[in-house]
């Protein structure tokens, strides 16, 4: 039997005296796209960033693939896409991508591969060549993704991977993202904007540090008696704050 | 196989970025050149050694305004080894003997001043000693003095301005924190660092001290490749320094403000002015500069010649600061990857 690829064991996170997060549980059992959905500050990045290995929960623990994180060989599995592009202006998207397939151990025949089978994924064959200063803000977070999938992780996260990206690029995506999946791969994508929740197999919503529900969209819409993702957001707000 | 992945990046943010590689490169020529061609000393009360001196000419040199020192042969040798004596004025079977220390032409030209003025009749009038110098010589000028300093100033500051900023922009453009989400070990991205920035720091040396002394002729009577060691142990110093103090700063402008704050003392302390001249209370400054060890060894090995005993112990001071400021970088790194 396998374990679980996600989790969450009653994790708080504190920053000095400010608590951002409060007793989070959540557990991925099979590969699927998992959406955190949550307004500005809820706590979603800092959630992710302690998922990968950045931050560590001030209580609970997390365990990806089976493995307490933060742990550094399980960075190899994992690819992370940052709330705000990093990436280095004067090189060419090419050098970026290069220089990140390095720090996971690829070279060669292997790197160049995949470094075309990315580029063409996010639609950025053609601008290889071009520093990146020169890219628009759509064309540096399709990078920023394209940097995510170098190494073919087999665990996934996304911050706001569809911010700035225009709608019919955003549909290419999210078929990107199921393709993935199809793949064997897991996806946690964070996201404010309601209208992707549909696409999610799962939901998490998050507010205030807490995570407020969890389901798929039918289930929490079905629990909340609502007909859309943001009236029942809305219900377990309200709730929230009732509390 | 990580490390040389960031070491080909900076290699090639380097290429792409021309004002940079200018900056690094060229500006230190310029500004080399414009020294040597408006360069000027001033007044300075040089240390005279006395061994067997005749009173009489002893008294004639007391109305100059050098410092008199009477000692024996050995002791004056001594001290003018370790500079603490600019010359040391012997009599020979009756014959006097005038040695320079040499090194610095300000002093050189204090300690002939006071030979020059004796005149005024009586015994010591007739007074022409014979002058050695220990280093250096006659054609030794301000510039082939200042010039080893300079050189050490220029690496310093603009491999310290270059790394601090260059970090800084990994901080706040995210790359850093991007990085460190990578399998990548904190102690790899400084290594990789170095090696980066190792490699443009030998090229400027080399260029820099190249240029200084077979275009603008200075002073070089000991071996190329300590210079290069030395600028290069002193470029980590200021690279160390760069990452750890970028820590500390918000944007490129606040990365500027550490220039008055640590590049600007450093010079002060780092011999380009007598640090006799300099109040002994503040002094003791110079021995926490990293500049200082640099600017000794520097002289040593372009002026006086000197070789691995000579520089041992200032190449390992500095090594010393590099490697505390090391282990701070890897610690503060910390702040972006609990691990
Ligand atoms: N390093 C930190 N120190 C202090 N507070 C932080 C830190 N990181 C995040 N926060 C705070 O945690 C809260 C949640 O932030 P974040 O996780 O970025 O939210 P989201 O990604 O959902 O917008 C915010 O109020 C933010 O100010
Ligand atoms: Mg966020």
């Not at chain 2, 990994?170 to 190792?198: D, H």
Request: charged share 20%.
């Amino acid at each position: 039997m396998s374990r679980p690829v996600l989790e969450i064991d009653h994790v708080a996170k504190r920053f000095a005296a400010k608590t951002v997060l409060s007793d989070v549980s959540l557990t991925i059992d099979k590969p699927e796209i998992f959406g955190l959905l949550g307004p500005s500050g809820a706590g979603k990045t800092t959630l992710v960033k302690m998922i990968v290995g950045m931050e560590r929960p001030t209580e609970g623990s997390i365990h990806v693939l089976g493995v307490k994180v933060p742990n550094l060989k399980l960075m190899t599995d994992i690819g992370y896409m940052a709330q705000s592009d990093a990436l280095y202006g004067e090189l060419t998207a090419e050098e970026n991508l290069k220089f990140f397939a390095q720090l996971y151990g690829l070279s060669g025949k292997r790197l160049k591969e995949n470094a075309e089978r990315v580029l063409e994924l996010v639609g950025l064959q053609d601008d290889a060549k071009k520093p990146v200063q020169k890219f628009s803000g759509g064309m540096k977070r399709r990078l920023s993704l394209a940097i995510a999938l170098i190494h073919r992780p087999k665990f996934l996260i996304l911050d706001e991977p569809t911010v700035g990206i225009d709608p019919l690029l955003r549909k290419k995506l999210w078929d990107t993202f199921g393709e993935l999946k199809d793949n064997g791969v897991t996806l946690i994508v964070t996201s404010h904007v309601m209208d992707e929740a549909e696409r999610c197999d799962r939901l998490g919503l998050i507010r205030d540090g807490r995570l407020l529900a969890c389901g798929t969209p039918a289930e929490l819409k079905r629990a909340t008696q609502t007909t859309t993702m943001e009236e029942a957001f809305l219900v377990y707000g309200g709730m929230g704050d009732a509390r | 196989m990580r490390v040389k992945a960031l070491t080909e990046r900076i290699i090639r943010q380097f290429l792409w970025d021309k004002r940079t590689m200018a900056l690094l490169f060229l500006a230190p020529l310029l500004v080399l050149t414009l020294v040597s061609l408006i360069f000027n000393g001033d007044a300075y009360r040089p240390s005279i050694g006395l061994v067997d001196v005749p009173s009489p000419i002893q008294a004639a040199l007391e109305k100059s305004d050098a410092h008199l020192k009477t000692l024996s042969a050995a002791k004056a040798n001594d001290e003018l080894k370790d500079q603490k004596l600019d010359a040391v004025l012997k009599f020979e079977q009756g014959r006097p003997e005038l040695t320079l220390e040499g090194s610095d032409p300000t002093s050189n030209r204090a300690v002939l001043e006071a030979f020059t003025n004796l005149g005024g009749g009586g015994q010591a009038a007739g007074v022409k000693p014979v002058i050695h110098y220990l280093h250096g010589g006659k054609s030794l000028n301000n510039f082939d003095n200042f010039g080893p300093v300079l050189l050490g100033i220029f690496v310093f500051f603009f491999v310290f301005l270059i790394s601090g900023v260059s970090f800084l922009r990994e901080r706040t453009n995210g790359t850093l924190e991007r990085v460190l989400a990578s399998p990548l070990r904190r102690g790899e991205l400084v290594t990789g660092y170095f090696i980066g920035f190792g490699i443009f720091t030998i090229i400027q040396s080399a260029l820099i001290a190249a240029y200084s002394v077979y275009v603008l002729d200075l002073w070089m009577a000991g071996s190329f490749w300590y210079v290069l060691l030395i600028t290069l142990v002193l470029a980590f110093v200021a690279l160390s320094l760069g990452m750890l103090l970028s820590t500390f700063a918000n944007n490129e402008l606040q990365m500027f403000q550490f220039i008055p704050l640590v590049i600007v003392p450093q010079v002060f302390f780092s011999g380009l002015f007598k640090l006799e001249t300099i109040s002994d209370w503040v002094s003791w400054i110079s021995y926490v500069t990293p500049l200082y060890y640099g600017a000794d060894a520097l002289r040593g090995v372009m002026i006086r010649g000197e070789g691995w005993s000579g520089i041992w112990g200032d190449v390992g001071v500095l090594a010393l600061f590099a490697l505390v400021f090391i282990a701070l970088n890897v610690l503060t790194l910390r702040k972006y990857r609990k691990l």
